[in-house]
């Protein structure tokens, strides 16, 4: 009977080779190698016999499964979790946790010809406009700087100079120092290049005053263009591994080819056995050659990847041709490269791509990484071996929407990937780390800015659905303003036709996503079992007693009174208000009842309603949605929460309405990114901004010019500043068009003054020169006439100018019939 092995007896092949991730928890031995015991071997040339061992690999994730490229499932003997996918019915994408690190390291946004900041709250912390930013480059910085200590040594009495942001790259020693007007850069680099002189601790650092940039600093916006993927092939060399018998370098082969024996994690490919002619000792001797094996790749690390010991070869030859030593240090020089041209994050793919090595290039201005592309793609590179650096520029847009908005237009914009193929359009979705998978992002890259912006436009009509409408006007019922009858029928529709209909309450519209079939039965259904449901809505304005009543109890009695699907409170308003659906005897009642059963609440009968009610509405929350502060609300509440945030008139601010408005805690952008949808967060950072400089005229102003959405900088004095959207040119202290003339001038000429006068200037038979605009007046003589300002010659009568009097002559002649006015009697 065969004794039974303990696993702690069992040596770990993950750890011989310098792989094995469960360190102490691990149920194998450690013991080093050295200390094992060698199996006796009577015969080389023939196959070690082991005792049998435990197969623990079934413990072990299959790294061809993780990649999917597993040919064995069913069969395969390790391990294939279960993951979740990215998206319904989508391959995952493995760049999403990439986008996703890229989204939430910061908030920025280019609003309205600004870069904007914005902190939690959803409220602005810093602006500046895009022409007005200049850039500091300091080279040669120490390995051990941080910004905190940069920033340290910059701000000094003697250079004090508003720094926007600072960004370090230790990679290439250097620094971005942000400013926020155009001149500071300069001022910067002479104030530092006299303190720098004059201290020898930093008299190796170097100073570059760089162009303004039109930055596009944005990070969950739609259209991204500052992504440069970047590749080059690796640096491989053949291996020769010596085996004394066929069968034993045939199986190897095999495993190789299979993708069972693999070398650094990347499957290897191999030639079939040859007789090689062998020594006098082995007089027969069979090779197998493995081919594009890592350079970096040594023969303790091939020889661990062939972990069966009756397989191990014989003698293992490198070839010595294949430069290995600086190998790792090839992505160091590619960052150095690229950081030549701007701010970048560098970031390699951990995904196998054969032959080459990919990476990702996330610059912080577009402009760098076109710059980047044109100067280093398909250029050989000394680190390389004389290889070539291949750049592709990518330009990329995203939308965030619902998962029930996606699962109804999902085979729409599959069909259409299917063409964009063509294109080389990259059509992928994965799902948001949100709380219960609620969002899908939809993702379109290529290189051609053309053809991603097209494809943009078409995803975005597809995922905006389209607006239900009778006779031509939104379809809309004041009873689908509550959670009520009216919204239970809409479900029971949706779910009837297997669509989705999205209420938006705020613009009092539907609009429809599902099959086009199906959209003219939901308009019919809807206006019988919906429109049909003949309601009013009524406001009653609630006072701090009476909402206080409401909050401890009324609102739950009053629900209980007229139904729960009649009242609903609103406490995201400036005045705090209980809507109505019903008549008006109802409303009448409704007033009547909180006059009566306001003042027989005790103050200690506090309630805030059940623990499933909407914080905003009261009413089962439609779509919860957990703040961490641990209030609900409703996923439509809670939109309606951010972008309503500064309808009061005050600073925008996000903060939540939980314990009868008590909580007031500000909710950090990074959540609102996991809990809204991309529409429903840029339109709240959109309205922030707007609400932000409607709130200071006197540092900021739009555009004069309709739908030009640009701002200006205010100023006490005139200066004309040409708008880089619509080029109009507007006058920063008056804020109005006049670039030729000054501010007096223009309301002199907007008053009514400049009517009068040119009604007094008829009269006295005066003209303007039209060529310098000088006021003449004629009392006597011919019709020729020379201008006091410019000298030009003119006909009196037409104001025809010309070079010489001759010519005017002759012109009175021919036209006017002489020089003199001719007395009709």
């Given at each position: 009977m065969a004794q039974a092995v303990s696993t702690s007896e069992v040596p770990c092949r993950y750890f011989?080779?310098?792989?094995?991730?469960?360190?102490?928890?691990?149920?194998?031995?450690?013991?080093?190698?050295?200390?094992?015991?060698?199996?006796?071997?009577?015969?080389?040339?023939?196959?070690?016999?082991?005792?049998?061992?435990?197969?623990?690999?079934?413990?072990?994730?299959?790294?061809?499964?993780?990649?999917?490229?597993?040919?064995?499932?069913?069969?395969?003997?390790?391990?294939?979790?279960?993951?979740?996918?990215?998206?319904?019915?989508?391959?995952?994408?493995?760049?999403?946790?990439?986008?996703?690190?890229?989204?939430?390291?910061?908030?920025?946004?280019?609003?309205?010809?600004?870069?904007?900041?914005?902190?939690?709250?959803?409220?602005?912390?810093?602006?500046?406009?895009?022409?007005?930013?200049?850039?500091?480059?300091?080279?040669?910085?120490?390995?051990?700087?941080?910004?905190?200590?940069?920033?340290?040594?910059?701000?000094?009495?003697?250079?004090?100079?508003?720094?926007?942001?600072?960004?370090?790259?230790?990679?290439?020693?250097?620094?971005?120092?942000?400013?926020?007007?155009?001149?500071?850069?300069?001022?910067?680099?002479?104030?530092?290049?006299?303190?720098?002189?004059?201290?020898?601790?930093?008299?190796?650092?170097?100073?570059?005053?760089?162009?303004p940039r039109n930055t596009s600093s944005t990070t969950t916006q739609r259209l991204s263009c500052k992504k440069v993927t970047v590749s080059w092939y690796r640096a491989t060399r053949l291996v020769w591994l010596n085996f004394g018998r066929q069968q034993i370098a045939q199986r190897v082969c095999d495993k190789f080819n299979s993708g069972k024996y693999t070398i650094g994690d990347r499957r290897i490919q191999a030639v079939l056995p040859k007789q090689t002619g062998g020594t006098p000792r082995n007089p027969v001797a069979w090779t197998v050659l493995l081919q594009d094996v890592s350079a970096g790749a040594g023969k303790d690390e091939i020889d661990a990847s062939i972990w069966s010991t009756a397989e191990k070869p014989r003698h293992i030859e490198l070839d010595p041709s294949a430069a290995s030593s600086d190998m790792d240090l090839i992505p160091t020089h590619v960052e150095s490269l690229l950081t030549q041209f701007g701010p970048v994050d560098f970031t390699l793919d951990p995904r196998d791509h054969g032959?080459?090595?990919?990476?990702?290039?996330?610059?912080?201005?577009?402009?760098?990484?076109?710059?980047?592309?044109?100067?280093?793609?398909?250029?050989?590179?000394?680190?390389?071996?004389?290889?070539?650096?291949?750049?592709?520029?990518?330009?990329?847009?995203?939308?965030?929407?619902?998962?029930?908005?996606?699962?109804?237009?999902?085979?729409?914009?599959?069909?259409?990937?299917?063409?964009?193929?063509?294109?080389?359009?990259?059509?992928?979705?994965?799902?948001d780390p949100g709380p219960e998978n609620r969002f899908v992002t939809i993702k379109v890259e290529g290189e051609q800015a053309k053809e991603v912006a097209d494809a943009t436009k078409v995803v975005g009509d597809i995922v905006a659905g389209k607006l239900i409408e009778t006779d031509g006007v939104p379809f809309w019922s004041p009873a689908l303003a509550t959670n009520g009858s009216a919204l239970q029928k809409l479900k029971r529709i949706q779910q009837e036709l297997g669509v989705?209909?999205?209420?938006?309450?705020?613009?009092?519209?539907?609009?429809?996503?599902?099959?086009?079939?199906?959209?003219?039965?939901?308009?019919?259904?809807?206006?019988?079992?919906?429109?049909?449901?003949?309601?009013?809505?009524?406001?009653?304005?609630?006072?701090?007693?009476?909402?206080?009543?409401?909050?401890?109890?009324?609102?739950?009695?009053?629900?209980?009174?007229?139904?729960?699907?009649?009242?609903?409170?609103?406490?995201?308003?400036?005045?705090?208000?209980?809507?109505?659906?019903?008549?008006?005897?109802?409303?009448?009642?409704?007033?009547?009842?909180?006059?009566?059963?306001?003042?027989?609440?005790?103050?200690?009968?506090?309630?805030?309603?059940?623990?499933?009610?909407?914080?905003?509405?009261?009413?089962?929350?439609?779509?919860?949605?957990?703040?961490?502060?641990?209030?609900?609300?409703?996923?439509?509440?809670?939109?309606?929460?951010?972008?309503?945030?500064?309808?009061?008139?005050?600073?925008?601010?996000?903060?939540?309405?939980?314990?009868?408005?008590?909580?007031?805690?500000?909710?950090?952008?990074?959540?609102?990114?996991?809990?809204?949808?991309?529409?429903?967060?840029?339109?709240?950072?959109?309205?922030?901004?707007?609400?932000?400089i409607r709130r200071r005229p006197q540092d900021f102003r739009y555009c004069p010019t309709p739908d030009c959405g640009y701002i200006y900088r205010s100023s006490d004095k005139a200066r004309t500043h040409t708008c880089i959207k619509c080029f109009e040119a507007i006058c920063t202290a008056c804020h109005e068009r006049h670039p030729t003339i000054s501010c007096a001038e223009y309301k002199y000429l907007a008053s009514g003054d400049q009517e009068v006068f040119e009604k007094y200037k008829k009269m006295m038979n005066m003209k303007d020169c039209p060529e310098c605009k000088t006021v003449m007046e004629k009392t006597e003589g011919c019709n020729h006439m020379v201008c006091g300002g410019c000298k030009i010659h003119l006909c009196w009568i037409c104001l025809a100018t010309f070079p010489a009097s001759e010519l005017c002559y002759e012109h009175l002649s021919e036209v006017h019939g002489g020089c003199f006015d001719v007395l009709r009697v």
């Amino acid at each position: 009977m065969a004794q039974a092995v303990s696993t702690s007896e069992v040596p770990c092949r993950y750890f011989q080779q310098g792989r094995c991730r469960n360190g102490e928890g691990c149920a194998y031995s450690h013991e080093p190698a050295a200390g094992r015991t060698e199996l006796a071997r009577p015969n080389r040339d023939e196959p070690i016999i082991a005792p049998p061992a435990l197969d623990f690999r079934a413990s072990i994730t299959c790294q061809f499964y993780a990649r999917g490229r597993c040919t064995n499932e069913g069969k395969c003997p390790y391990s294939h979790p279960e993951e979740p996918t990215d998206a319904p019915g989508r391959q995952a994408d493995t760049s999403a946790a990439q986008d996703l690190k890229q989204d939430q390291e910061s908030f920025m946004r280019a609003i309205g010809g600004a870069v904007v900041q914005f902190g939690d709250g959803g409220s602005v912390c810093r602006l500046s406009l895009i022409w007005e930013a200049s850039i500091v480059r300091i080279g040669g910085i120490p390995p051990s700087t941080t910004a905190e200590s940069l920033r340290e040594l910059l701000q000094t009495p003697e250079c004090p100079i508003a720094m926007d942001s600072i960004q370090l790259n230790t990679t290439t020693a250097c620094a971005y120092v942000s400013c926020e007007d155009p001149e500071s850069a300069d001022t910067l680099c002479q104030q530092l290049a006299v303190q720098f002189a004059l201290d020898p601790a930093h008299c190796d650092l170097t100073l570059q005053s760089l162009m303004p940039r039109n930055t596009s600093s944005t990070t969950t916006q739609r259209l991204s263009c500052k992504k440069v993927t970047v590749s080059w092939y690796r640096a491989t060399r053949l291996v020769w591994l010596n085996f004394g018998r066929q069968q034993i370098a045939q199986r190897v082969c095999d495993k190789f080819n299979s993708g069972k024996y693999t070398i650094g994690d990347r499957r290897i490919q191999a030639v079939l056995p040859k007789q090689t002619g062998g020594t006098p000792r082995n007089p027969v001797a069979w090779t197998v050659l493995l081919q594009d094996v890592s350079a970096g790749a040594g023969k303790d690390e091939i020889d661990a990847s062939i972990w069966s010991t009756a397989e191990k070869p014989r003698h293992i030859e490198l070839d010595p041709s294949a430069a290995s030593s600086d190998m790792d240090l090839i992505p160091t020089h590619v960052e150095s490269l690229l950081t030549q041209f701007g701010p970048v994050d560098f970031t390699l793919d951990p995904r196998d791509h054969g032959k080459r090595v990919k990476a990702i290039a996330l610059f912080v201005d577009e402009n760098d990484a076109r710059q980047a592309v044109k100067a280093l793609h398909n250029q050989q590179q000394e680190f390389l071996g004389r290889g070539k650096l291949f750049l592709q520029h990518m330009n990329s847009s995203k939308f965030k929407i619902s998962a029930k908005v996606y699962n109804c237009v999902k085979n729409d914009l599959e069909a259409l990937a299917m063409g964009w193929q063509k294109a080389q359009l990259a059509f992928r979705t994965y799902q948001d780390p949100g709380p219960e998978n609620r969002f899908v992002t939809i993702k379109v890259e290529g290189e051609q800015a053309k053809e991603v912006a097209d494809a943009t436009k078409v995803v975005g009509d597809i995922v905006a659905g389209k607006l239900i409408e009778t006779d031509g006007v939104p379809f809309w019922s004041p009873a689908l303003a509550t959670n009520g009858s009216a919204l239970q029928k809409l479900k029971r529709i949706q779910q009837e036709l297997g669509v989705f209909v999205e209420r938006n309450k705020a613009k009092r519209q539907l609009r429809y996503f599902g099959a086009p079939a199906s959209y003219s039965r939901v308009q019919k259904l809807l206006a019988e079992e919906v429109g049909v449901d003949a309601v009013s809505l009524h406001t009653i304005i609630l006072d701090e007693k009476q909402f206080t009543w409401a909050c401890r109890g009324g609102l739950a009695r009053m629900s209980a009174a007229f139904g729960a699907d009649v009242v609903t409170l609103d406490v995201v308003s400036s005045l705090k208000k209980i809507t109505l659906t019903g008549s008006v005897p109802l409303y009448q009642q409704a007033m009547d009842f909180i006059k009566q059963a306001q003042d027989c609440v005790p103050d200690s009968a506090r309630t805030d309603g059940s623990p499933q009610d909407c914080t905003i509405c009261w009413t089962p929350a439609e779509s919860p949605v957990f703040l961490a502060c641990e209030h609900i609300y409703c996923l439509e509440c809670l939109e309606s929460l951010c972008t309503m945030a500064g309808s009061s008139g005050g600073e925008f601010s996000i903060s939540c309405q939980g314990g009868m408005g008590a909580c007031k805690k500000l909710l950090p952008l990074t959540e609102l990114q996991n809990l809204l949808s991309s529409d429903a967060l840029e339109t709240s950072l959109e309205t922030s901004f707007a609400s932000y400089i409607r709130r200071r005229p006197q540092d900021f102003r739009y555009c004069p010019t309709p739908d030009c959405g640009y701002i200006y900088r205010s100023s006490d004095k005139a200066r004309t500043h040409t708008c880089i959207k619509c080029f109009e040119a507007i006058c920063t202290a008056c804020h109005e068009r006049h670039p030729t003339i000054s501010c007096a001038e223009y309301k002199y000429l907007a008053s009514g003054d400049q009517e009068v006068f040119e009604k007094y200037k008829k009269m006295m038979n005066m003209k303007d020169c039209p060529e310098c605009k000088t006021v003449m007046e004629k009392t006597e003589g011919c019709n020729h006439m020379v201008c006091g300002g410019c000298k030009i010659h003119l006909c009196w009568i037409c104001l025809a100018t010309f070079p010489a009097s001759e010519l005017c002559y002759e012109h009175l002649s021919e036209v006017h019939g002489g020089c003199f006015d001719v007395l009709r009697v």
